[in-house]
């Protein structure tokens, strides 16, 4: 048994109360856990309200839930009898566009259901920076962004009941990261100071607290990973857990890029990072047939000869393309010569091109998009969107690099986390210069770590020494301070880039040499 997690169920037959032995029901269990090898717990009023009944009616037989606060051991919950083989916990991402949620046997190890939905603060705008600013100064308006997160854990914790038949709402303790806006939104604190300068945030390190003050009906306690910056979160900090790259000797990058970029470069000896807006685009948005991975999303599409061919979530009929299908849109487009190296399209170089007047009343017609799947076209201006966004994916590790010294050869593993690190193509990627030019099997898709990260501390409490080394190690640039940023982003605007020696295998697939 994994006597490490960060939650323990401990079986106490405790002796009973008589005229030689009067001690309160508090100082029997106390002394009772002491004997076990458990010296400082704490139990609060709510568990202290149980004690009667349930101590006479369990005839002094009862299992406490127990989870470790980094200080103490906070007594969450008694039942009646020995249950102690019946120990899960719950792991949470909670991301700005959707949450998952796992219930987690802690004896195992074993996730015993998931679920996942979307977040239900969309409603305000899938724009994290909508959201800051209809609660900015607006005590009701964040009060309704606080209940809409604790709604949407409800309702995760309901999916995972129904699916296991367990009450997850017993669970001693659920672990969650999430970037620093939406830990500040869960916890009712207003974000508009992530977003404006100086950036000192109201909270980095919530740590652990009762459910229920936040209103989650969940018996036992919540922690919310650190975060190390107004942009770098406690989603990130539960990456380099998952991923263990604090840990190696070996330079690694962590990378996890959605509306906003973040990034982490080092090893056990150092962890430089930073983020950024990376733009709404590779998530679907300000592309006009642009959509989110959902049913009918192309994510996959390839050019053979004059013909497009995809793939489709759910293999339903295409109603749009998402960030992993503009990917390999763009790439196809470029390394077909349809678009050249400013993402312009080329004149005559598709049949499936589509053209307007150069000017008003003017016989000259110019390309304005093309189209890729019935009923869907891909604009000029949705491609100027989306080096916009590939621009500031590639910036981010350029300057990182440029900071320390470090080239794309001297980082052994890249990392990209996330959904739409999941699902892109690696050489769509490296193709239009979204990812640095280096052997395929360096790239390694790691899924949802900041969920893997909050699952793992369930079971080992020693990584929350671990959080803070990975504190202490983590350097933040603030990139946009960084004298050259601009030029940077502007070399990285071009396809793949302005210098196309920085991506030879690239300048060898559309020049043969």
Not at 20 to 32: A, E, G, K, N
Not at 194 to 201: D, G, L, T, W
Not at 321 to 338: P, V
Request: glycine share 10%.
């Amino acid at each position: 048994m994994n006597i490490n997690t960060l939650i323990r169920k401990i079986y106490l037959p405790l002796p009973l109360p008589t005229e030689t032995d009067s001690r309160s029901d508090c100082r029997r269990i106390l002394d009772t856990l002491a004997e076990q090898g458990f010296d400082s717990v704490q139990i609060p009023l709510a568990v202290r309200q149980q004690l009667y009944p349930l101590l006479p009616q369990s005839g002094y037989r009862v299992t406490a839930s127990l989870c470790f606060d980094g200080t103490f051991w906070q007594l969450t919950g008694l039942e009646a009898g020995d249950t102690t083989s019946a120990l899960y916990g719950l792991a949470t991402d909670l991301g700005s566009t959707s949450v998952a949620m796992e219930l987690v046997d802690l004896s195992s190890g074993q996730v015993l259901a998931s679920a996942s939905s979307y977040q239900k603060q969309i409603a305000h705008g899938e724009d994290i920076l909508n959201r800051i600013f209809y609660a900015k100064d607006q005590p009701e308006h964040l009060q309704e962004l606080q209940q809409e997160a604790v709604d949407t854990l409800e309702e995760l914790m309901d999916q995972l009941t129904a699916a296991s038949g367990i009450d997850v709402r017993n669970c001693a303790c659920m672990t969650l990261a999430g970037n620093t806006t939406m830990t500040h939104f869960l916890l009712g604190l207003d974000a508009f100071c992530v977003f404006s300068s100086p950036y000192a945030v109201h909270v980095d390190t919530p740590g652990f607290f009762f459910a229920k003050e936040i209103g989650l009906t969940l018996h036992g306690l919540l922690f919310c990973f650190p975060s190390r910056a107004n942009y770098l979160g406690g989603d990130i900090i539960s990456g380099m857990i998952a991923t263990e790259l604090y840990k190696k000797e070996s330079i690694s990058a962590f990378f996890d890029i959605g509306t906003n970029g973040e990034l982490v470069i080092g090893n056990r000896d150092f962890l430089i990072c930073g983020a950024g807006a990376a733009g709404p685009a590779l998530e679907g948005g300000s592309v006009t047939t642009g959509m989110r991975a959902s049913d009918g999303a192309i994510d996959s599409i390839r050019l053979s000869g004059d013909d497009f061919s995809y793939t489709t979530i759910g293999e339903k009929p295409p109603i749009g393309i998402c960030g992993s299908g503009i990917t390999d849109l763009m790439a196809e487009l470029f390394l077909h010569g349809i678009v050249d190296i400013r993402g312009q399209f080329v004149e005559n170089s598709s049949p499936h091109l589509i053209y307007k007047e150069k000017a008003a009343g003017s016989a000259n017609k110019v390309p304005e998009g093309i189209t890729y799947a019935p009923g869907l076209v891909f604009y000029q201006k949705d491609i100027h969107e989306f080096l916009r966004t590939k621009a500031a994916a590639y910036t981010m590790m350029a300057v990182l690099m440029e900071q320390t010294g470090i080239t794309a050869e001297d980082i052994s593993d890249y990392y990209m986390a996330g959904a739409f690190g999941a699902h892109i193509n690696k050489h769509s990627a490296v193709s239009i210069g979204m990812y640095p030019d280096v052997t395929y099997d360096r790239i390694h898709t790691v899924g949802n770590t900041s969920l893997k990260g909050a699952r793992m501390l369930l079971l080992d409490r020693a990584l929350l020494d671990d959080l803070h080394t990975i504190l202490e190690k983590m350097e933040y640039v603030q990139l946009g301070s960084v004298g050259n940023f601009l030029e940077i982003m502007e070399a990285a605007s071009y396809l793949p880039h302005i210098d196309i020696e920085r991506f030879p295998s690239v300048k060898k697939e559309i020049l043969g040499a």
